[in-house]
């Protein structure tokens, strides 16, 4: 049990620090490139936040990667074919999509020294090029949906299982869909991937995530329900 418990508060910290990184990256760079009249321009002018935004992004998406495999020793013991299945999709998969992510991020300087004869200067083909590698809203809906399917299949696991109490895994089936609604819309073009419909929509998940964080660190696992429950 006490592995359990150093699992517990393992994951329960990378969920913060991927978190953390998530913002911090959309802050220190996806925000203001996005909203910047120039994107390329914008990232040759602040090509350092564009590499550290990069790098936040890889370490948001290492961190979320890494949860999945400090949890699957003890997961694979509750329910194999959903422990794994969680393996694969959060662990794998959508580690390779925030590495696709932070490259396109860090490709934008030397595009920018590409299509701009100097700062300020890029031509309307530039200006389109940086908005397209910036804000895809396509390409965040899969990710998006990616990370979605991998957090069902998890709180699936933990609903049957009771690991922890049930209204967290409830709360977190419900607000799945939710999430995942909300960048379906916006690969349709219904709403902008940054618009208050999305935030709204994805802002239950991203709250249950925090809550289930810190529960882990506090109490953990409930024992009972790891010893008991039977192999799958």
Known sequence: MREHRAAAIAAGILYIIGTASGILSKAVTYLPVHNADDPLAY?????????????????????????????????????????????IIRGAVEATTYVIVATAWLLLVPLADTMAAGPGTASPAGVRLGTLVIDSDGASAIMSLVFCFGGALFYVLLYRSRIVPRWIA????????????????AMYGVVDINSSTVNLFSLPLAVQEMVLAVWMIARGFRPAAVSNTPVA
């Open 43 to 87: 990232a040759a002018d602040h090509s350092g936040a564009v590499a550290t935004g990069a790098l936040l992004v890889l370490v948001m998406g290492l961190s979320l990667a890494m949860v999945p495999v400090v949890l699957f020793p003890m997961l694979r013991q509750l329910d194999e074919v959903l422990a794994t299945g969680y393996l």
């Open 170 to 185: 409830s709360w977190g089936l419900i607000a799945v869909p939710l999430y995942a609604a909300a960048y379906l819309l």
